[in-house]
């Protein structure tokens, strides 16, 4: 008898997680130690260094903070080191989701008997290169041997179409889980599920709506002149107090039309009071309210981007503990015009999801069996586990007797059908039709028959395929590419690209790089992101080749063979090989999203202010009221940042994280309406050039130039309307050198030139240097010695600070395009 | 007779080594080889026996030896496909017109034997190019080595890289025989994938004529259906008058069947509802056969174009069906820059096929397209050579030649592709390069280099009065050097 | 710089690679990727050539799996299937064999010119 498959699916969620597993037929939820299905993720590690998840861990959030920590999840991929003084230990992110995973897996192998050793683990979809590898090394730390990815809208897309059943047309699914928001745009077609788009936004969750409450109580609180400060560190026992008093009304309210905040004996600043609010559900909706109106209009925006109107969706699947509230239930049905899945669990759905996923990969949790004593020839075969198709292929190849056995037969084991004998090819492969059963698992036998037409027993002897969804392959969510010299990005992966992927382009050095210079290296950034300039997208590695690992100077424009792979889970592998010296390198460091001091971020706000100030002063004074409205919609985020800045100086990490994404954010939408600017400003910078070149070519220049300048104008012209700006730079480069080489030609140019660089003297690179010169120089002009006043004046050009900006932006990147 | 000569040649080397005398080193060539020949005579007149014929065998043999070694490595040496035997043949006979650069010369000759193996070795390889590093000097014989070096390793760009800056050298930078050899490569490098336009060019349009690739080109005219192509009894001279005759015959017997038209009519376009006919004739321009053919490629992308609209209902179709909601315009925005991109490479390789793009047409975008990575390439290279004069650094010759010949292969195949860009050419290059070329000439006494950038530069300076002054005073600077 | 074939990008369109008609249905597109795939899988030599109206290719999974994606978003379907739709080129246009007679231009390559100068080891095999 077959064991049954176990195909384990886990939905590592920012405040619960879940583990589902399907046997080829049905989804079981598996309940931990105290027979829940959900299981918190909060890890305590006490004095003694045991360590508790769970329930059992949530009970000390309060009583013991220091060493209780949840909601770690935002901070995967970075490298903040959480801190347990009780045991004296520091642990990242990755290795407290690690213990949960650990824990998960016992329930499993409580529940069923076998810890799994392979599972599908569900990642939010917009999480970046070096948090995907976070969670998959969180997996491998858990104890599993394999573990695939799996984004979680598609996760739920799965769950939700294997229940709902084939029916055409896009859907949505709304994931507002306890930390992250996803949207997906889906698509079923003929039992082919394909995800058509995402968005969403990783710093928007429940926990953002709880934050909402808390800033609601805190107000009324500070109206009754208690006074609690998310800065103040002294506050945080009493924030986290208000939290979870805010929970629990929360949940209240999803029922009842008012709930109580009661929390005894709350200490703030030494004054012990009882707090005892009602919060009445509009006043809370009114708190929410934002917060739900942002989350609609990235639907909207994911919508409008795949060119779907209002109405045009055929349903929608709420996913995550929050989506049961009344008004986001209301708002979402209102804003989208579609109905909702019924009969789906939104808590659940995830880890349900992710256990299909396994099935159709055929991720078998179950250690490999022995093989069996042998009973016939083996075969090698092929076949999906799970399809949408009814009539899918086996393919198959005879791994022993393949010149005895001619022809294959495959019977379905209800006796109801059976293939006609195929045809070995001379390499033993076959490929064979079969049908399956709907919507159910079909068990096949198959069998050998020689040339006289016995039949064969083969091992095995048997397989099963389910009838379900055929998932494409999950798609790549932000687009991955190389960051060049000019900070441009040599997009490798477009978003939306299938996984695994993998694309090798050939690159070319900016400089030569000389051998066994300390510290020079030659950088390859690989960047996430849509923005077309690199310094806008994040950074999620490097790979290095130091100096010292040449024999001979690499030669500017040397060829580097730059390949980029991304596996199903997003985990990225990158390989440079450089001809010149037959060499490739692999070392991709830096996939950590580096700790950003508080300072820095303050100072970031600061900027980012003044420059959308400037933007929309310019704005007004160009009467751009698109520019203008676009930038008065986006500024209330820096106020937002400005609240997580504070909050985090108050100890919370996650508010940190996000005002550093906020900033992030708002500095890209200032780059492209800077961008947009600078446009006309350019057509205007063009023709003064092309002003001050002609009146001196006029006067000073020969035909050819003038023929040369009228061309180049033209040129220039035609780069403008074709928004080229390298062109146009390039083009108004040369007008402006023609038109000081007539310029220099004017008998009193290069005094002229000597008196402006006498005046920048102090701005030198070698200040007594130029003194010197300057002196000379007066010399010269007092003799009028024009050649000795040239060969000064480009002495000083020498000595005059050069700009190295350009190379920073682009991540320091060595690389160009041919 | 041999003792004097002796006595003039200790008295000779005992005045150089004095430093009173200065001999170019041709006629120090020319002067060793006379003695050791009248040397090499008196020995066999004292030493043989009566038999005239081993003396007579002997003279000849050291006649050819010390006269005429070009003919015997070219003949004999070379054939044998040992390369060390033809590069210390070389040293030793020491060719008159390879003097100056007797060592990268002697490279040369190596490589050539190599060459004629099926396979040959990596260590004979790393050989040649070890004696190449430690030639002193490297002008146009030392860039032919560094040419047939790349080729040996099979990096078949940086060969022609090499060979096309060898052939434009000024001729007092390579000798004759090296731009042969150079010249010699390129053509066949394009007759081999049915390049003859550029066959044309090179025997037509190089810097000095030379017998075979001129005989080459005019071949080339006749299978390209020039108009002014030679007829027969033209091309019967040409051809008996270049060498190679026999392996030449096949190409030259197939050009003798072109019949020449002295005007050209073009095939006419596809219809207009012949999608896949015109989808079918581009396939066909693009074949490797007929990838050169510059009309026949633009005809047959305008065809596609055109044929483009015609299916735009077709699209929307399609579309609708397959449940998509976007507009048939962004497909077909995205199949014309696919028709663009599929171009691109080949007018990168071949600028000449584009020539005659008419504006506004995809040929002309993908020239825009070629003519921006061209461009954003010399202007990177510039930008090295600005920070190298900075910081006074330099890589070894062979480097250096390499890294010139990228430059100037970038910007000859920008202007074959788009004249108009000389004067954004010029003013790009002229200020970089002209400052590395001093520093390379003051700083790192590299006279050869520096005057081949100079030559180069003076080219283009045609609208600017200082700079062609500035380069014509840095080149009767360096030309006294060589 | 040397091209590569400029019509390879044309040869390995998905419908090519998948061997299936441009009004294939989606079931169609996928049971023959996932053939395909399985066929690759266990080393079939047989599925790793296909032809094409331009001349045979060979084809490996990762193919494969690019054409099936490529086959499920309909834009790029669309697109795809315009490329398809090329009549099949039946070899070069015009003759340039050395024993033909030419009536036109014969500007084909000159495969043995490398032996012409003995250097036939001087071009990339």
Redesign the interface.
Known sequence: MTTRPLYVGIDLGTTNSTVAVFDAEEITLIRNSLGSVLTPSVVRIDARGNVTVGARARRFLDTDPANTRSEFKRLMGTTHQLEFPASGTLRRPEELSAEVLKSLRQDVADQLGVAPERAVVSVPALFELHQTAAASNAAMRAGFERVELIQEPVASAIAAGWTQGGS???WLVYDLGGGTFDVSLL?T????L?VVGHDGDNFLGGRDLDRALMDLAIARLAADGIVIDRANPQHARALRQLRLAAEEAKIELTRASEAPIFIAGLDVDGQVVDVDLIVTRRDYEAAIGPLIDRSLAICTRLLAA???GDG?LERVVLVGGPTVTPLLRERVRAVLGADFGEGLDPMTLVAQGAALFAGTVALDGRPAAKAPPSTGPRV?L???AM???L???????LLEQANTIKQIKITRSDGEWQSDPTPC?A?G?F?VMVRLLPRQNTSFEVQGLDSSGQAVTLQPASFSITHGI?L??PPLSRSVGVAL??NRVQVYFNR???LP??RTFVL?T???V?PGTEGHVLKVPIVQGEFAWAHLCRLVGTLEIPSTELS??L???SEVELMLELDRGGQLRAQARI?DIDRIFDQVALLMTPQVSLETLADALHKLRTRAADLSRAAFLDRSGKTAARLSAAVPRLDEAEQNIKAARGGDLDAGEQARRILSDFDALLAEIEAEQAWPELGRKIEESFAMAVSWVAGYG?D??R??LN??YQ?CKRAFV?R?A??VE??R??IE??GL?AYFRHPGAWEWEFERCAARVGESTDVRRASELVAKGREAVRQRDREAIEQIVRELWVLSPVDHDEQKLGHGSGL??? | MGAIAGVVIVIVIVRMLSGSIKVPPIALAFGVKLGIYVFAITLVQVTTTDAEVATGVLHMVAFVLIWAPIPLLRWVVVPLRMPRTAYWTTRISWPLGLTKEIQASAVVYGALALARRSHPSEEAISWLERKLRNSEPIHGAGVVAAGLLAALRKDIDRARGLFATADRMHARLIPRSMRVIARDWLVVDAARVGNWQRVVRLGRHGMITLRWSYSMARIGERLTGNPKAWHKWQLWPCFLWAPRRRVTYPPFRRALRVPVRRSVQPDPAPSATDFPLALGSLARALERANAHDGELLAQSIQAVDRNLDSVQEMIEQRLDILGSRRDAGAVLAQFRQRLIDLVTPLIEDDPYLARGAQPGSIMEQAVWQVRRRLLGDIEARCKDYRDRTTGETSLDQIAEWETWAWLTNSANRLLELDSASESVLFQIVYAPVCNFAVYQHNGRKRIALAHDMFIWLLAYAQGVPEARQLLAKNIQAGIAGI | MTTGDPLALWRSNPFFVLEIATDATPTDVERAGQRLLALLAVGSANVQTYPTPLGPATRDAEQVRQALAALRDPEQRVLHELWASVAPTGGPATDHNNTGVCAGPCAGPWEEAEHALGWSALWAR
Do not use: C, M
Not at chain 1, 189 to 192: A, I, M, P, W
Not at chain 1, 391 to 397: C, E, Q
């Open positions: 055409n047309g896009p698509e077609r003929e039992g082919l394909r795949n060119g779907l045009a090698w092929q076949f999906p399809t949408s198709d009539t899918p292929f086996v393919v198959g190849k090819e390499d492969t490929a055929t494409g392959d010299a000019d939306g690209s299938p992927i993998r070319h900016v400089e030569t000389h001979a100077p030669p500017v424009g001809a020969n050819a130039e023929s040369t061309e180049t040129a074709a080229d390298d062109e390039r083009q480069a040369v050198r023609l080489a160009r395009k041919r």
